[in-house]
């Protein structure tokens, strides 16, 4: 395991630059929307996918994640609710295919 020292680390504009223009434009794109009038539901959905396809999300909780003592409890319950509708989806999935009965239909023929 390598130890970073201060002398090895890079700035913090060159590590982090591109996630903080890329939500600067996230917030001029929808600051230039809502001027045009586009409805809301709109520019959320096209917020959320762009946030999505360029990882911002994850590089918005990377930077929060530096703020001292706070930054990292931050992420982990913004976080906790996503694993939760992550799992309650699989639960759903798994009761509907359970009473369809997905798991009594044969889909090969018996050896016998």
């Known amino acids: 395991m390598t ?16 996630i903080v223009f890329l939500w600067g434009g996230i ?6 929307l809502l001027a045009f009038g586009v409805p809301k539901e709109i520019i959320a959905i096209l917020t959320f996918v762009l946030g ?28 906790l609710p996503f694993f939760w509708l992550v799992n309650g989806l699989g639960y759903i999935v798994s009761v509907i295919a359970i009473k369809k009965g997905y798991t ?9």
């Open 3 to 18: 130890d970073n020292t201060e002398a090895e680390r890079k700035p913090f504009w060159q590590q982090y630059g591109k």
């Open 27 to 32: 917030v001029a794109g929808i600051l230039v």
């Open 52 to 79: 999505l396809f360029t990882r911002a999300f994850a590089g918005l909780g990377a930077v929060v994640t530096l703020i001292p003592v706070v930054g990292p409890l931050i992420v982990k319950v913004l976080a």
């Open 104 to 112: 009594t239909r044969r889909w090969f023929a018996p050896a016998f």
